[in-house]
């Protein structure tokens, strides 16, 4: 099997002549140049999420400390921490670039039950929600869905402790 049958048939160049059975795999002069642009547009794609993320999580703390915990830190020091504190930790680690990003992705999946479970519970309690509650259909489908997205999270997380 060559080295080029299972790249896309865009990457491949046909042989000079028939003397020479195997593709060349080389990328063409198109794909090279705009490999350059493809990457820039991901990763300001990629900036922009995570300066996103990071808004909406420094916002979501300063609700949950100033509503439930009565406390409150100056604006300064939280937009200062949230974004920096993955970073720092990042490279105090000395994580190349791929596994900080494979490793943050996993650890925020298993925050997404902390976010699903609260949210169904109390999005069908008419004492919190009033007149916006849940209807018993949308509760059932919130919670298989809930159930869909935690169960295969639970199993990565039984066979990964077990694996060690």
Aim: glycine share 4%.
């Amino acid at each position: 099997m060559s080295r080029c049958s299972s790249s896309p048939p865009h990457f491949c160049t046909p042989p000079a002549s028939a003397a020479a059975p195997t593709p060349s795999c080389s990328p063409t002069p198109t794909s090279t140049a705009t490999a350059a642009a493809r990457a820039l547009v991901f990763a300001v794609a990629l900036l922009a999420s995570g300066v996103s993320s990071s808004s909406v999580g420094t916002y979501a703390g300063q609700v949950v400390m100033r509503g439930f915990l009565n406390r409150s830190l100056p604006l300064f020091l939280r937009q200062a921490a949230s974004p920096c504190c993955p970073r720092l930790s990042s490279l105090r680690l000395r994580l190349p670039a791929t596994d900080s990003l494979v490793l943050s992705q996993v650890v925020l999946s298993f925050g997404i039950p902390f976010a699903l479970v609260p949210l169904v519970l109390l999005t069908r309690r008419r004492d919190v929600m009033g007149p916006f509650v849940n209807r018993r259909i949308t509760t059932i489908a919130a919670s298989s869905c809930a159930a869909v997205i935690i169960a295969p999270e639970t199993t990565y997380l039984i066979v990964g402790v077990f694996a060690f």
